[in-house]
């Protein structure tokens, strides 16, 4: 891990690379890692370098953040065979599909349990009962 983080530190000067409570990208520059003992500690790392690398950090609706989080998966790719790490689609996809479970959860009405749709400003209207609700925000 230390040994990546000093690669990615020489490929990307510019970078602040630093201990952090999880794996996050923090714009403009600010790349945080943990030293918890996560599964694919170097791929998260990669991730958050891809979103870093992608430079799209504005979304404005759910379907929009996953794209952003598909693309960074897509990124980390790349950025496995630069740095010689092997790539793990399954645990890619599971993180996509935990993404995908959450949004689908806070797409329901909290009254009809139908799912609500997505204005252009991100908040939910309930088809059924009119109900609106904010979207949630994640951190990537
Ligand atoms: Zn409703
Ligand atoms: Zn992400």
Redesign the pocket.
Known sequence: MQNLISKIASDHPELEIELGERFQFTPPNHLYYSDEPYEYPELLLLHELGHYLIGETDYSTDIELLEIEAKAWAKARELCEHYKIEYDEDFAEDRLDSYRDFLHQASL?K??Q?SGYQDDRGNYH?P??G?SWKRKNIKF
Do not use: M, P, S
Request: proline share 0%; with cysteine.
């Open positions: 009405c009254t009809c139908l309930c059924l009962c109900a």
